[in-house]
């Protein structure tokens, strides 16, 4: 069993940059998979990023790519999602994922989520 942890959000204006960091719990992480997803208000979750548990491999949803950027630290259990250039169509609850049924968009645990708001 893992949980995830997601923090960092918050409120930003466009333009501007924010770090969202995921914090696991469990031994495991550092073997599994990770993703980020993102629900806006109204809308389907979408897929953002994901990074494979070796680091050698990454995908990004065309939308983001260019201004985010996936990472982790195996050794602190932890994954991020750096956010650059933002728009305010990123606004969004953003969800990381681990251990991939079928990556980079499926997985078995989830976070609860953290608010990221963009300003115009």
């Known amino acids: 069993q893992v949980q995830l942890v997601e923090s960092g959000g918050g409120l930003v204006q466009a333009g501007g940059s924010l770090r969202l960091s995921c914090a696991a719990s469990?031994?495991?992480?550092?073997?599994?998979?990770m993703g980020w997803f993102r629900q806006a208000p109204g809308k389907e979750r979408e897929f953002v990023a994901a990074?494979?548990?070796?680091?050698?491999?990454?995908d990004y949803s065309d939308s983001v790519k260019g201004r985010f950027t996936i990472s982790r630290d195996n050794a602190k259990n932890t994954g991020y999602l750096q956010m650059n250039s933002l728009k305010p169509e990123d606004t969004a609850v953003y969800y990381c994922?681990?251990?991939?049924?079928?990556?980079?968009?499926?997985?078995?645990?989830w976070g609860q989520g953290t608010q990221v708001t963009v300003s115009s």
């Open positions: 990074i494979r548990w070796s680091r050698d491999n990454t």
């Open positions: 994922a681990a251990q991939s049924t079928n990556w980079p968009r499926q997985y078995r645990y």
């Open positions: 469990g031994r495991s992480f550092s073997s599994y998979d």
